[in-house]
């Protein structure tokens, strides 16, 4: 089993930038495949990104290709999501998952394990 505790949100300026870190227990942290999700009030949960267990692979949504970057530290039992250019819209609270499959994982439904989410805001 997992547990994850997500950091790094807050309060930003539209173009600014914040770096989000998900903390995993664990000493099989490395065999899981990881993601990214958000969710604005109102609206669904949304995928963001994705990362494979080795790291060698990774994904974004179309609404943050270019602008946020997804890694890990398997050494340190961390994901990061390096978020630049943001825009009102990235406004939402954002939540790191755990898959027991260890490639590319797109959908909640696969993820097995959920942190509780950081709080992002980005004003205009």
């Known amino acids: 089993q997992v547990q994850l505790v997500e950091s790094g949100g807050g309060l930003v300026q539209a173009g600014g930038s914040l770096r989000l870190s998900c903390a995993g227990s664990?000493?099989?942290?490395?065999?899981?495949?990881m993601g990214w999700f958000r969710q604005a009030p109102g609206k669904e949960r949304e995928f963001v990104a994705a990362?494979?267990?080795?790291?060698?692979?990774?994904y974004y949504a179309d609404s943050v290709k270019g602008r946020f970057t997804i890694s890990r530290d398997n050494a340190k039992n961390t994901v990061y999501l390096q978020m630049n250019s943001l825009k009102p819209e990235d406004t939402a609270v954002y939540c790191c998952?755990?898959?027991?499959?260890?490639?590319?994982?797109?959908?909640?439904?696969?993820?097995?394990?959920w942190g509780q989410g950081t709080q992002v805001t980005v004003s205009s």
């Open positions: 998952a755990a898959s027991t499959s260890m490639g590319l994982v797109l959908i909640s439904d696969g993820y097995d394990y």
């Open positions: 664990g000493r099989t942290f490395r065999n899981y495949a």
């Open positions: 990362i494979t267990w080795s790291g060698g692979n990774t």
